[in-house]
């Protein structure tokens, strides 16, 4: 196959090049200004290929990817821009996300390696050598992990009065008061298990915390036995708070383990405890459901068992564990010496206790406000049907977790107690059965409206709470299907159908985020609510998609995945490519939480060598190399980490004026494209389309606080104010100008 060089468009002359200094596409769109800045300009040895495709080294690795996103994470807890608990918090979430990549993504590189270690990937790199980057990144993540726990986070609390106090801090009192715990509370629930040919080592579920301890003697038996397994149940706290009368009331607390690790000879009267070592098994966590089976429920109830016995992936101890202990542990699990993470402190961050209610630690409240549209309805007689009103009158945007998530619970309660309701139609991806959305649900069901609801079971960890879902909306009488084997059903979609002077009148809510009120308060999202008879009738085409049988529907406005959404991206390119070599203004930004797909990644690059200006905010992922010379000079990639988890996806083509803009349930990745029901919507009232437009995407362009910048080798570096500029956080704005929290 021939090879050529790529060197398109790098004439800085030309009017539609965002390098050219006279082109004043470079500060911003034809309707706002705003300064982006660029890195320097990488060189990488890229190539192309004839048949258009490019060569692996112009891609980046996706699981280094996602680890990179987790970094960023980290780099939250020893920033002093958030406060103490809230650094706290992002230590916990960092601890989180690492458990979930040994347990989804490392996994299923070591069954790839197990298959062979053939490279697969755009990217070029075989498993084996994706495992050991992995490895040398994670271990050193780990030990600052821990570092900024122990020596900043920590001191910090105690300053505070807030301990986690170790056995030879607690005085006389305290040290009884744990005895008496251990003896009433945490022995009674122990299972010591020795060691033995009668006792083999046991089965551990994935993530438990366990103690191995060396012993000398003989037990009951006689029998010389020199190590025992203790597994600590899930029923007990991690944390456990002090009594106040042994504190002043102080939040002081001590470890489970170490009421455990004080009080383990207790567990094997006449002998001689010699050590006791914490330490915690990772295995495979992801479910593998086959595509013919029958009943997609009942596959994964059974699946949800395998789960805490996968495949053994990560082995944590503490610092002080011997080397021969861990060595014997690492054979029992047929683990090599890097799957061994040493760690100074607790083996599980995730159960470590952080919600104090201390109101100077954490970030300042805010109150989640009502849309106009929605509050003046409201005030008026009808309050019943209120919501339904101001639908009829246009549409109503709403961007949480700025806006609050009760319109959308408030939508469907009325919906449920309104006669003149007939349908009601509703996807859910992740939720449970104290979710006011599907208590709603239930309620309509018994007021005899039909209610249809899509249940999306196979939503990673939240499989069995999915299944709970749908047997109480089956008891309340509602439809409950679970979507399309081998196909995810991950757009959140609602449809009200209702009768209104002998007319069928539909109501419809899309969101970017999942129908969860606490995710609502920490993610941000954008919902839409309509009453367009187009948009309302494409929304009832797929319901009868998920529900039914039949060719793919042929919608009007929506975009619709796996069926017409990653064409139509592809052909947004091209427009702007067409637009950009007719000498005209060309630019795409685009916000998602990751760009992975191949495909998209390539038009991109074709774009860029085109002149097309290209601005991707991606949260977490991201495969594309920006800022190549020759490559993608055109396209600049930030993240954005900060206080909510950025979570909206906007699709932002300029056209040649006749500018384009959708919102979506869909990242721009293989999954969500080709393997799962997604819809973009699109954004038609100019005011709407607007503020989406500054306050979704050029506000975060403008953060120089919270952004992350990405150069063409893969590093990301996080932007600071130069010199005279004026700091800007886009989240910090969005809580002054959307709900009038002044200083957040």
């Known amino acids: 196959m021939a090879i050529v060089k790529s060197n398109n468009n790098n004439d800085t002359n030309n009017p539609n090049n965002p390098n050219n200094p006279n082109n004043d596409s470079n500060i911003g769109s034809s309707k706002d200004s705003v300064l982006i800045k660029h890195s320097p300009l990488t060189q990488i040895d890229w190539q192309r290929f004839d048949d258009g495709s490019y060569s692996s080294n112009s891609y980046i690795n996706r699981d280094l990817s996602l680890l990179q996103f987790h970094l960023r994470v980290l780099a939250q807890a020893a920033s002093p821009l958030h406060p103490l608990l809230e650094r706290l918090f992002f230590l916990i979430i960092f601890s989180s996300n690492i458990d979930e990549f040994f347990e989804i993504r ?107 301890a060396s012993l000398e003697g003989k037990d009951a038996f006689g029998r010389d ?36 690790h004080e009080h383990i000879g207790d567990l094997f009267p006449g002998m001689n405890v010699t050590g006791c070592h914490q330490f915690r098994l990772t295995r495979n966590a992801d479910l593998d459901l086959a595509d013919d ?36 542990l690492l054979n029992q699990f047929e683990l090599h010496e890097n799957q061994l993470y040493r760690v100074n402190g607790p083996v599980n961050l995730t159960r470590l206790l952080f919600d104090f209610n201390i109101p100077n630690l954490r970030y300042q409240p805010f109150t989640h406000v009502l849309p106009k549209a929605f509050r003046r309805e409201f005030d008026k007689l009808d309050r019943s049907t209120s919501m339904f009103g101001a639908m009829r009158k246009g549409d109503v945007l709403v961007h949480h977790p ?31 059965t104290n979710s006011e959305i599907v208590q709603a649900l239930a309620a309509a069901a018994r007021n ?39 196909y995810k059903t991950h757009a959140k979609l609602m449809l009200i159908v209702r009768r209104e002077d002998d007319k069928i009148i539909r109501y419809v809510h899309l969101g970017t985020g999942n129908y969860h009120a606490a995710n609502a308060k920490v ?30 529907a042929n919608l009007k406005k929506l975009l619709h995945a796996p069926f017409t959404l990653h064409e139509q991206l592809m052909r947004f390119i091209d427009d702007e490519i067409a637009h950009a070599k007719a000498g005209k203004l060309a630019h795409i930004i685009i916000k998602t939480n990751a760009l992975t797909e191949r495909r998209l990644i390539d038009k991109l690059y074709d774009a860029s060598q085109a002149g097309v200006k290209i601005e991707l905010i991606l949260r977490s992922m991201c495969c594309l190399r920006p800022q190549v010379q020759g490559l993608s000079e055109n396209i600049t990639v930030r993240s954005i980490i900060g206080r909510f988890l950025e979570h909206t996806r906007v699709y932002y083509f300029h056209n040649n004026g006749d500018e384009r803009l959708y919102c979506a349930s869909a990242d721009w990745m293989d999954r969500n494209l080709f393997h799962r029901v997604e819809v973009a919507f699109p954004i038609q009232d100019k005011k709407m389309f607007k503020q989406i437009y500054q306050d979704g995407l050029l506000n975060y362009l403008q953060d120089n606080v919270q952004a992350w910048s990405l150069e063409g080798k893969g590093k990301w570096e996080q932007l600071q104010p130069s010199a005279g500029e004026t700091a800007h956080t886009a989240q910090d704005y969005l809580l002054k100008t959307i709900s009038g929290v002044s200083d957040a």
Not at 118 to 132: D, F, W
Not at 240 to 257: A, F, N, Q
Not at 545 to 550: A, D, I, K, R, V
């Open 293 to 328: 089976v029958d009943d997609i429920a009942k596959a994964l109830e059974g699946e949800l068992e395998n789960r805490r016995f996968g495949d053994k992936v990560r082995l944590e101890v503490t610092t002080d564990c011997p080397t021969p202990i861990s060595d014997y």
């Open 448 to 486: 005899g409206i039909e209610v249809t609801a899509v249940i999306e079971l196979r939503a990673r960890f939240d499989e069995a709470s999915n299944i709970a879902v749908a047997n109480y909306l089956q008891e309340a009488g509602a439809v409950v299907v679970y979507g399309i084997v081998g």
């Open 106 to 212: 490392v996994a299923g590189l070591m069954q790839k390696l197990n298959l062979g270690d053939a490279a697969h990937s755009p990217h070029g790199m075989r498993p084996s050598e994706t495992l050991s980057e992995i490895s040398a990144i994670t271990h050193k993540a780990i030990e600052e992990q821990y570092r900024i726990l122990n020596e900043d986070i920590l001191p910090a609390l105690a300053e505070q009065d807030i301990r986690y106090l170790k056995r030879d801090e607690l005085n006389s009192e305290q040290s009884a008061w744990m005895k008496r715990y251990f003896i009433e509370q945490v022995s009674p629930v122990l299972t010591p298990i020795s060691i033995d040919p009668a006792h083999p080592f046991p089965r551990l579920v994935n993530k438990s915390l366990n103690f191995i």
């Open 225 to 260: 036995i020199n190590l025992a397994i203790v597994p600590a149940p899930r029923s007990l706290p991690r944390v456990i708070r002090l009594p106040d009368e042994l504190t002043g009331g102080k939040e002081h607390h001590v470890m489970l383990s170490a009421v455990i």
């Open 523 to 552: 993610y941000t999202d954008y919902g839409l609510f309509t009453a367009d008879p187009d948009i309302s009738e494409d929304v009832h085409k797929i319901f009868q998609e998920l529900t039914g049988m039949g060719k793919p």
């Open 402 to 432: 700025f806006h609050s998530f009760s319109p959308v619970i408030n939508l469907l309660w009325q919906a449920a107690n309104d006669p003149k309701v007939l349908a009601i139609k509703q996807t859910l991806y992740r939720s449970g």
